[in-house]
């Protein structure tokens, strides 16, 4: 298997330390921070409205 930096006899001016090519970016992949943020929220309302009915409910 071929590596293409070291096909060009100057491919070490381009990439001395042979570092691997950069991930592209972009929303494919990317974790969802708004959904968890809500999921999250959804979850403490969640916990709370437990505590305050079992609260009504045992006293």
């Known amino acids: 298997m071929s590596d293409p930096l070291n ?19 972009g929303s494919d992949g990317s974790p ?5 943020l809500i999921v999250l929220v959804l979850v403490v309302i969640l916990i709370g409205f437990i ?9």
């Open 7 to 25: 096909d060009r006899p100057d491919a070490h001016l381009e990439n001395p330390m042979n570092h691997p090519e950069e991930q592209p970016t």
């Open 32 to 36: 969802k921070f708004g959904r968890l």
């Open 51 to 59: 505590t305050f009915a079992s609260e009504w409910l045992y006293s």
